[in-house]
């Protein structure tokens, strides 16, 4: 006579070290999927973050600096149509319009914030 099978439903005895390394893989899974996913997303954002940083400063230098040249090449041109050009004048001139622009815009961007702020 031949033993009967067991029911699909119970597992046999003999697979308790399969189970037990099923259940640590799955606990394992489960707590590196809370721990490290949060950690690699919040470095993510630190990185790109601070390399936008960079790269927006990099830019920002750059414009003030075209925009500097541009009014140098600007004033000296409307100096020399005058006939008012020294040596050296359109680069204080340049200097004063682009330090009341810069000023004017961050007066703006004050009165902006402060009114945000109310």
Known sequence: MSDPAPPA????????P???????????????????GPAITASRAIVFGLLAAILGTVLLVAVSMVLLRVTVIGVHEL???TNLERPGREVWIAY???AALFALIGAVLWRRASRNVS
Request: glycine share 4%.
């Open 18 to 36: 399969a189970q037990a390394a099923d259940t640590i893989v799955r606990v394992v899974g489960q707590v590196r999927d809370k721990t490290t």
């Open 9 to 16: 439903s119970v597992a046999p005895r003999d697979d308790w």
């Open 79 to 81: 100096l020399d149509v």
């Open 96 to 98: 004063f319009v682009d």
